[in-house]
């Protein structure tokens, strides 16, 4: 690890109990270390694990009114600096200002990593917005993760979009071709009950043949983001823990560039963790509207895109961030919060939980030693 990598890693670990206390005792209240910006409700896919395409195809007017560029940059500045961002949608390349969004928000922010998921579905229009927020982006970090979720038509048929698999694979590959230091080419795979008895071929397939710089792996979720409530998304549990093992036998050996060990660390935990709570939830302390929290389309701040305590909207705010965030809103959805044990496994909230885990953190330090 580089000098400058310990540097901030000690000063972002030198924040960790100052978080203790103001989850535990409201005071201080500190700015969040890292933030998801659904930047839109927009999406061309019907996934069978996701509503949001559904939802859009039914009623396109439930896009009208998401924040604009000059909102997201006003924003941006009273958020103050973050570890680590990321924009989603619906698909957020859907949105033709998408790349001008990405660096306002990373000019406010100066964030470390940006994450952007994306279903793959305009080729054109990815490759030419990654370029484009590359261009100006500065040093951090970009990891565009293009999900796959079958191998050929089974992708297309998880995906409801013909041709998904094609325009998924050539993403990839023109994406590496911008051949950028600061790109991470990644591959997200959701598993569902519409996948786990396949999920060994989808790994051979990504991991052997389109060998992406990163490849994740995350159990379908129901999240009020999604609208999916009462769907029947969750594979068998047995079949999930058997396709996790899978994935860590290989991912071990198979990533191949831009992945930092650290993070390597945490993935690996995180995949412990979601076998834990498959074989018997024991729930965590969640630092969600703490150290974290989304930003929804139409301003609404919620806790995290799973839990969806709504802690007020930017736009009753004047697009002040710091007032809303030390607002009566995000006060009380704190205090549920901190009395509750959280079962939501949503990777970035799940980091950002382990960090603030004395237990988890002291693991992910003993992989990061040995290179676990
Ligand atoms: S998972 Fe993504 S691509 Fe699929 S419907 Fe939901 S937002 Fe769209």
Same mark, same amino acid.
């Given at each position: 690890m580089k000098r400058r990598e310990l540097l901030r890693g000690a000063k972002l670990a030198s924040k960790i109990p100052m978080y203790w206390a103001f989850r535990r005792y409201g005071r201080p209240v500190l700015p969040p270390l890292a933030m998801s910006f659904v930047v839109t409700d927009k999406c061309n896919s019907l996934c069978k694990t996701c509503n949001i395409g559904r939802r859009y195809l039914d009623d396109p007017t439930v896009? $009208? &009114? %998401?924040?604009?560029?000059? %909102?997201?940059?006003?924003?941006?500045?009273?958020?103050?600096?973050?570890?680590w961002v990321t924009f989603s949608g619906g698909e957020p390349?859907?949105?033709?200002?998408?790349?001008?969004?990405?660096?306002?928000? =990373?000019? &406010?922010?100066?964030?470390?990593?940006?994450?952007?998921?994306?279903?793959?579905?305009?080729?054109?229009?990815?490759?030419?917005? /990654?370029? =484009?927020?590359?261009?100006?982006?500065?040093?951090t970090r970009l990891v565009v993760n293009v999900s796959l979720d079958g191998v050929g038509e089974d992708h297309d048929e998880v995906r409801g979009f013909r041709g998904n698999f094609a325009s998924a694979t050539k993403?990839?590959?023109?994406?590496?071709? +911008?051949? $950028?230091?600061?790109?991470?080419?990644?591959?997200?795979?959701?598993?569902?009950?519409?996948? !786990?008895? #396949?999920?060994?071929?989808?790994? $051979?397939?990504?991991?052997? %043949? +389109? #060998?992406?710089?990163?490849?994740?792996?995350?159990?379908?979720?129901?999240?009020?983001?999604?609208?999916?409530?009462?769907?029947?998304?969750? *594979?068998?549990? !047995?079949? =999930?823990?058997? =396709?996790? $093992?899978?994935? *860590?036998?290989?991912?071990?050996?198979?990533e191949r560039s831009g992945v930092p060990r650290w993070v390597k660390a945490f993935r690996a935990e995180y995949y412990q963790d979601v076998k834990q709570e498959l074989a018997q939830a024991r729930g965590h302390r969640c630092f969600s509207a703490f150290a974290t929290c989304s930003l929804m389309p139409h301003g609404e701040v919620w806790?995290?895109?799973?839990?969806?305590? /709504?802690? &007020?909207?930017?736009?009753?705010?004047?697009?002040?961030?710091?007032?809303?965030?030390?607002?009566? &809103?995000?006060?009380?959805?704190?205090?549920?919060?901190? *009395?509750?044990?959280?079962?939501?496994?949503?990777?970035?909230?799940?980091?950002?939980?382990?960090?603030? *885990?004395?237990? /988890?953190?002291? #693991?992910?330090?003993?992989?990061? /030693?040995l290179g676990a």
């Open positions: 896009a $009208d &009114g %998401e924040l604009s560029l000059d %909102e997201y940059a006003t924003l941006a500045k009273s958020i103050g600096p973050l570890e390349f859907m949105r033709k200002d998408f790349a001008d969004v990405v660096v306002a928000v =990373a000019e &406010g922010t100066r964030p470390r990593v940006i994450n952007v998921p994306t279903n793959a579905t305009l080729v054109r229009a990815t490759v030419a917005g /990654v370029a =484009a927020i590359l261009e100006r982006l500065g040093p993403t990839v590959q023109e994406l590496r071709r +911008l051949s $950028d230091p600061r790109l991470v080419v990644g591959v997200n795979t959701v598993i569902s009950r519409f996948n !786990a008895d #396949r999920a060994g071929a989808i790994f $051979d397939y990504v991991q052997g %043949e +389109l #060998r992406p710089d990163s490849h994740v792996v995350e159990l379908a979720q129901i999240r009020p983001e999604y609208h999916n409530q009462g769907d029947r998304i969750a *594979s068998d549990p !047995a079949l =999930a823990r058997a =396709a996790i $093992d899978a994935f *860590s036998a290989r991912a071990r050996s198979a806790s995290n895109t799973q839990r969806a305590d /709504v802690l &007020g909207n930017v736009r009753d705010f004047s697009l002040d961030f710091r007032a809303l965030w030390q607002g009566e &809103g995000a006060d009380a959805a704190r205090q549920r919060i901190r *009395s509750e044990l959280c079962h939501c496994e949503t990777s970035n909230v799940a980091y950002s939980n382990a960090l603030m *885990s004395p237990r /988890v953190l002291s #693991r992910v330090v003993g992989r990061w /030693v």
